[in-house]
């Protein structure tokens, strides 16, 4: 066998192995990872980091016969909660956290409500956050939160709802707002 016949086949099987090891590839993806270390009584629990709540679907007879839709749990969960002995020199247990709701898109007219950012969604409607007595939250300033003296795991427990603006009347379409919220014990 000549020399050049042989680096030819040798090439040829090279590529025949290389190409039945990319076969077994059917599919490929990422996944990012993500997390962050806080000084803090308790930690976020990952399902309330980033939370996504679903707020239903309603007819506009209804929300524009009612003005809102019903509320929708929004629970903030804790857990490994140290409050007993809190980390720091005074050594006072931990019974409250205050929460505080914050959203970049607000209705100009009531500030604690969050607008609807869905381009080309429902007209007209903003989106709610209610303390767990169903009360208005107002964006931008504490609400307190009785902790349960002694549990490692806390829920922290708000609602949320569509809302139509003062004065108008909805349309159909998406809606969809975010809100930002900073927990601070004491």
């Known amino acids: ?29 990422k996944i990012k990872f993500k997390g962050v ?7 976020i629990a990952p399902d309330s980091v980033d939370k996504e709540i679903d707020l239903g679907q309603i007819t506009t007879a209804v929300i524009n ?3 809102k839709s ?8 804790l857990e490994n909660c140290q409050l007993d002995d809190p980390g720091d020199e005074t050594d006072t247990p931990i019974t409250k956290v205050d929460v505080t ?8 007219t009531d500030t604690s409500l969050m607008s609807n950012t869905y381009a080309s969604g429902a007209q007209n409607v903003g989106i709610r956050l209610l303390d767990n007595a169903d009360a208005n939250i107002t964006l931008g300033t504490a609400s307190e939160v009785a902790l349960l003296a002694g549990s490692t795991t806390q829920t922290l427990h708000f609602k949320a709802q569509m809302e139509v603006l003062s004065g108008k009347t909805a349309t159909a379409g998406q809606v969809e707002s975010t809100a930002n919220y900073v927990l601070a014990y004491k």
Do not use: E, Y
Not at 5 to 20: D, H, N, Q, R, Y
């Open 1 to 29: 066998m000549h020399t050049g016949t042989k680096t030819l086949l040798a090439v040829a099987m090279a590529t025949f192995i290389s190409g039945s090891a990319f076969a077994d590839d059917q599919g490929t993806g």
């Open 37 to 43: 270390v806080i000084d803090a009584p308790c930690s």
């Open 65 to 67: 016969a009612n003005k």
């Open 70 to 77: 019903s509320p929708v749990a929004v629970d903030i969960n």
């Open 101 to 108: 709701f914050t959203s970049a898109s607000t209705d100009a």
